[in-house]
């Protein structure tokens, strides 16, 4: 088992930036691929970004160039800088992590992860 506990939303204006944090815990050495993920209200939820064991990372283009997966394993913590944030980018966002390596169309990758945080909110306002 692996909990994950995700932290660092906030309330925004556009253009600002914010870094979430999601604090792993249990058999996170079970876990190879860890991702970010996001569901805005009424919407599906969405992969953001993802990094593989090895710090191979991948993004959604919506957020490519903007946002950067980063983890810190002495600390058991995963990472998502968000920056130049947009009226599109309000939701909640998760952590999740996964038994597998990372793999496949990002994408088509929610189903791939096993292992969810409760989410924390973000917000943007213009």
């Known amino acids: 088992q692996v909990q994950l506990v995700e932290s660092g939303g906030d309330s925004v204006q556009a253009g600002e930036s914010l870094r979430l944090s999601c604090s792993a815990s249990?058999?996170?050495?079970?876990?190879?691929?860890m991702g970010w993920f996001r569901r805005p209200p009424g919407k599906e939820t969405e992969a953001l970004a993802r990094?593989?064991?090895?710090?191979?990372?991948t993004y959604a283009d919506s957020v490519k160039g903007r946002f950067a997966i980063s983890q810190d394993n002495a600390k058991n913590t995963l990472y998502l800088q968000m920056n130049n944030l947009k009226s599109e980018d309000p939701a909640m966002y998760f952590c999740a992590a996964s038994v597998y390596y990372c793999s496949g169309p990002i994408s088509r990758s929610v189903f791939d992860f096993g292992y969810w945080g409760q989410g924390t909110q973000v917000t943007v306002s213009s």
């Open positions: 249990g058999h996170k050495s079970s876990s190879y691929c």
């Open positions: 990094i593989d064991w090895d710090g191979t990372t």
